[in-house]
């Protein structure tokens, strides 16, 4: 987990995108920063300490090794 401290016009998807790879973890983002989503806050000032939630691994979505073709 690491932090981001925001610079003024920030949103919660310009977040995702820079920090996270892609605007696919605001969800993510914004459950971990609860209080700030509660607080209605959607377009950030500057200085507002967030936390950067670490991404979950997927599992592969191939096939276990036994049935795939050699």
């Given amino acids: 987990m ?3 401290v925001t610079t003024q016009g920030d949103m919660w998807d310009s ?15 914004m459950r971990a920063n609860m209080r700030h989503t509660l607080l209605g806050a959607y ?10 939630p670490d ?3 997927r ?3 191939g096939l276990p090794p036994w049935k795939q073709k050699k």
């Fill in 43 to 52: 377009i950030f000032p500057a200085g507002v300490r967030l936390v950067i």
């Fill in 55 to 57: 991404i979950p691994q």
């Fill in 59 to 61: 599992a592969s979505g």
């Fill in 2 to 4: 690491k932090y981001y």
């Fill in 15 to 29: 977040i995702a995108q820079d920090q996270m790879g892609s605007t696919d973890h605001t969800g993510l983002l």
